[in-house]
């Protein structure tokens, strides 16, 4: 599936209007030698990792975007694409909340056929209404749709959901077979690893699901017990990759490209997630697509670039949501942006009252202004909402 139009490796300054995405990624086939070349210096592409399908669903990057309450909107799954993600997520869902058509869930499920592929992300553990749900998902346009088993808050987990329904993997057999019944889309699952380090059963749970028909399994290397604390152990993710055909993709920690394409190129796993890796720092979506593509490392961004960026971000919400909303959506955004530069916490209290696009102008005018200062780029801390 073709991309959209794609931001290109540098970006404008920001201004006033929105600024226009740059041309297509170069293509990652081999390059016609130069009359420089003699006939034995034939460059040879880098090994790429295998295409990445999920049931019928061929995806053009096995780098996919993670399912994140309060980021994953529709503006952010735009500019997600652009930057080369094979797939990318609406946030979590409640299935009961979908059947009876609450208006600010259906809101969430508002998909831009422009942009694609994309998945709905459904929570719930009744098999009946995950199906229903899923079925309305598929009918507003979702590619894929995908059961949260991992989720670890307790507002989730103690309603027999997210990472409470894993531990019945019987029940979640039940639960996916209804949904894989139910709709024509591919149905795939997000787990952790188990409930805690004496029941792990990943391995299992995902055998479970591959019997009833799950097209692919999503693994935190986690336990729910852990939530964000500690390492992902992506040695227990390889071993749910042995355990069954499906595609199994890993989740946690992602936030090194090399180590993303060394893991698709070893087999450990069919492909990778990225969540919080990307908060504050959009482009390391589009360094690891390249990376894993073609073996090239695209720099970090300027400063400037990365101000840049995060406009044209906030145009994006603004065009979706309407100046008002977009910009209180959009206020955590700019302060990841201008965390890093000098003069940050002052810059940090105008966007506490970021209301018009000329307040924008003005925030992202003076960061640039000032410049980075001496510790670098802030990284978010993101924990929850991903499973």
């Given amino acids: 599936m073709a991309l959209m139009s794609t931001v290109g490796p540098a970006w404008a300054a920001p201004t006033s209007t929105p600024p226009t995405p740059a041309p297509a990624l170069a293509p990652t086939s081999t390059p016609t030698p130069t009359p420089a070349q003699t006939p034995t210096q034939t460059s040879?592409?880098?090994?790429?990792p295998r295409p990445l399908r999920v049931g019928r669903l061929e995806l053009d990057s096995p780098v996919l975007i993670a399912?994140?309450?309060?980021?994953?909107?529709?503006?952010?799954?735009?500019?997600a694409r652009e930057l080369g993600a094979g797939l990318v997520s609406a946030e979590m869902t409640a299935a009961e909340a979908v059947v009876r058509l609450i208006p600010r869930?259906?809101?969430l499920l508002s998909f831009d056929?422009?942009?694609g592929p994309v998945a709905a992300q459904l929570v719930g553990c009744d098999p009946g209404v995950m199906a229903e749900a899923a079925a309305i998902c598929a009918d507003r346009g979702a590619m894929v749709v995908d059961v949260n088993l991992g989720c670890p808050v307790p507002r989730v987990t103690g309603r027999g959901s997210g990472a409470a329904l894993a531990r019945d993997v019987h029940a979640t057999a039940r639960v996916v077979q209804a949904m894989v019944e139910a709709v024509d889309v591919p149905v795939t699952a997000k787990m952790r690893l188990g409930w805690d380090h004496s029941s792990i059963n990943a391995p299992e749970l995902s055998r479970a699901l591959e019997d009833v028909g799950c097209a692919m399994v999503t693994v935190h290397g986690r336990t729910r017990a852990q939530r964000y604390q500690g390492q992902a152990d992506w040695q227990e993710i390889a071993r749910v990759k042995r355990a069954v055909r499906i595609p199994v993709v890993g989740s946690g920690d992602v936030t090194d490209a090399?180590?993303?394409?060394?893991?698709?190129?070893?087999?450990?796993?069919?492909?990778?997630?990225i969540a919080r890796g990307a908060l504050g720092n959009l482009w390391f979506i589009r360094q690891a697509v390249r990376h894993v593509a073609t073996g090239e490392v695209l720099p970090d961004l300027g400063f400037a670039e990365r101000i840049a960026l995060t406009r044209r971000h906030l145009d994006l919400l603004i065009d979706h949501h309407g100046e008002a909303r977009a910009l209180v959506v959009g206020r955590k955004y700019v302060a990841w942006t201008i965390k890093g530069c000098n003069g940050a916490a002052r810059l940090r209290a105008m966007v506490q009252g970021l209301?018009?696009?000329?307040?924008?102008?003005?925030?992202?005018?003076?960061?640039?202004?000032a410049g980075l200062g001496p510790g670098g780029w802030f990284h978010p801390i993101f924990t929850s909402g991903e499973g």
Avoid: K
Wanted: glycine share 10%; net charge negative.
């Fill in 67 to 79: 399912p994140m309450v309060g980021i994953t909107d529709a503006p952010f799954r735009a500019l």
């Fill in 113 to 115: 056929p422009a942009v």
């Fill in 44 to 48: 040879i592409p880098a090994p790429a």
């Fill in 258 to 273: 090399g180590e993303i394409r060394r893991r698709l190129l070893a087999g450990e796993v069919d492909g990778v997630v």
């Fill in 355 to 369: 209301v018009t696009r000329a307040d924008l102008d003005v925030i992202l005018g003076q960061a640039l202004e």
């Fill in 105 to 107: 869930t259906m809101e």
